[in-house]
């Protein structure tokens, strides 16, 4: 199983200025890998990465671009993965545009990076890097200080080293052997979880979880310092005599004050997501530490941000990675995990005498059916999916013991993205998406476990 654990790191002002320096590589041979691409593409070629980069051994040490001011070529300075690996990125980029269009998806072709504006990042290669206690050993600058040890035993597959606001970071991915993956559970519940806007996740106990909502807290904040930071970009364009949009190709000037606004800006944003994560982190391994199975519904994460008034609040929850989380959390813990396909009524069925309940307008927090049940619209939907869950566990109960086997096989998209990229073992969730789910007509797609 292939995890990754992102570390701080406490670097000194001389690797943190190698960092910087490193990541200015990256983005720099990736403009000009996807420069050369478009221009081969426009000649009728059909450029690869291979290619591309062996064009690029050819002139890296040589052209004048990539001299210094006393023309010394200063990729020498660079650990070569630097300026290897974005060669490799920009190929998948590619892949996966087409793909994409190929099945009708919205597709955007691979970009230009514009310092300032994109991820500062560089990879290294496994065989590269090394462990020593509390410090990494990384080429070309040596030991750098981590802020805990690394905590996952096996085989490190890649690193990736990127900037989050004022601090520099390094994600180890690891190949994890099965056993050592696995994680003992303490318990052996059945849930049903219903995320919602006004309470993070409602538990079929009755339950609700509210999310810290972070960025809800530091909106104010937000405000004054992205305020602050537009008024010095206002008088930046002023001192040039610039009125309306910035021309092409116009750097301004960037003063000290706007310097430090803007870093106050990413710090906040960095908070922000950190409360987030936290948060999500803590229920998404309680639920699976807890829990047997555990039942949520798939929803339609896109479809909802693109309502305006809702969008915020269920950005600010983490939906999709509450989901991403569960999947290889689940496969840690064995924990069967159900989704609901998203046209389940979880909210409009009785949970006491399975009535549906057709009207149930999304204001309505609480409903009495027929029956006579009074229903919190949260947790009768929390107890909806529990029997979800219940039901998918005795069916796999019911399977032999090699079906247990060939369904972990094919279960959640375990095959992580090949190649170099790290930060995130993210599970491909677009190919889930309707994978199936829609033609298999009972309201469970794939368990997963
Ligand atoms: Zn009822």
Redesign the pocket.
């Given at each position: 199983m292939l995890l990754s654990h992102r570390i701080r790191l406490e670097a000194t002002s001389e690797q943190r200025d190698y960092f910087a320096r490193a990541a200015g590589t990256a983005r720099k041979v990736w403009n000009w890998a996807l420069a050369e691409w478009q221009r081969q593409t426009a000649l009728g070629q059909r450029p690869d990465a291979m290619k591309l980069k062996k064009q690029f051994n050819g002139i890296k040490y040589a052209h004048p671009d990539w001299l210094d001011a006393e023309s010394k070529p200063w990729l020498r300075t660079i650990h070569r993965d630097a300026h290897a690996q974005p060669f490799a990125h920009l190929q998948r980029a590619w892949r996966r545009y087409v793909e994409q269009r190929q099945a009708g998806k919205k597709a955007y072709p691979p970009t230009f990076k514009l310092k300032g504006r994109c991820r500062d990042s560089f990879y290294i290669a496994n065989d590269k890097i090394r462990f020593e206690g509390k410090c990494a050993v990384l080429p070309k600058i040596g030991e750098v200080l981590l802020a805990e040890v690394l905590r996952l035993p096996g085989k490190i597959m890649g690193a990736c080293v990127s900037r989050e606001a004022d601090h520099w970071y390094l994600a180890v991915q690891v190949k994890l052997p099965e056993q050592l993956a696995r994680l003992q559970r303490q318990g052996d519940g059945v849930v049903g979880v219903d995320l919602g806007v006004s309470a993070a996740a409602v538990l079929s106990s009755g339950e609700k979880i509210a999310a810290p909502r972070p960025l809800r807290a530091s909106q104010r904040r937000l405000r004054i310092r992205s305020r602050r930071h537009a008024r010095k970009l206002k008088a930046a364009k002023a001192g040039a005599g610039i009125t309306g949009a910035i021309p092409k190709g116009v750097r301004l000037p960037v003063s000290r004050n706007r310097k430090k606004d803007a870093r106050a800006l990413a710090r906040l944003h960095a908070h922000i997501m950190h409360v987030r994560t936290d948060f999500i982190h803590k229920l998404t391994t309680r639920l699976c530490r807890e829990n047997q199975a555990v039942a949520i519904e798939d929803l339609n994460v896109s479809g909802m941000l693109a309502n305006h008034r809702l969008a915020r609040a269920i950005a600010d929850v983490g939906f999709y990675e509450i989901r991403r989380q569960l999947q290889y959390k689940a496969q840690r813990y064995n924990t069967l995990l159900v989704l609901a396909d998203r046209w389940y009524p979880s909210s409009k069925l009785?949970?006491?005498?399975?009535?549906h309940y057709i009207g149930l307008k999304l204001g309505e927090r609480n409903w009495i059916?027929?029956?006579?049940?009074r229903h919190d619209r949260d947790v009768n939907a929390a107890v909806n999916l529990q029997r979800l869950a219940t039901g998918a566990l005795v069916a796999r109960m019911a399977l032999p013991e090699a079906s247990h086997a060939a369904m972990y096989g094919t279960a959640a998209g375990a095959v992580p993205a090949a190649g170099g990229k790290v930060t995130p073992v993210r599970y491909e969730h677009g190919q889930q998406d309707g994978s199936g789910q829609e033609e298999n007509g009972a309201h469970l797609c794939a368990p997963f476990r």
């Open positions: 009785c949970s006491t005498c399975g009535a059916c027929a029956c006579g049940a």
